[in-house]
């Protein structure tokens, strides 16, 4: 399953979304947290880890809170639902 995800930080202003794998989310005490890859420069880069279903290396990843806004079983479904998202949010 694939998450298009809002993530959440104290005192931002502006909203970082993205897609993130299943293995990637964690609920920790009611709140959903999502482990992000560090040092990722390409959409290249990404594309590889969701297509190798990679789990987060919790030693490396960032761990961050974030919103889930829609589920898919499909990579390609939800980046459409995700551009759509943003345009919205300009």
Not at 1 to 6: F, L, Q, T
Not at 19 to 40: F, H, Q, R, S, T
Not at 54 to 70: E, G, M, R, V
Request: hydrophobic residues 40%; contains cysteine.
């Amino acid at each position: 399953m694939y998450h298009a995800v809002e993530f959440i930080e104290d005192g931002d202003t502006e909203s970082t979304v993205a897609v993130a794998l299943d293995l990637w989310i964690e609920k920790l005490n009611g709140e959903y947290m999502c482990w992000w890859p560090n040092g990722i420069k390409s959409t290249s880069q990404l594309t590889k880890l969701y297509d190798k279903k990679q789990a987060p290396d919790k030693n490396s990843w960032t761990l961050f809170s974030c919103k889930i806004h829609s589920t898919k079983g499909k990579y390609s479904i939800l980046h459409i639902i995700l551009r759509t998202y943003i345009i919205m949010m300009q």
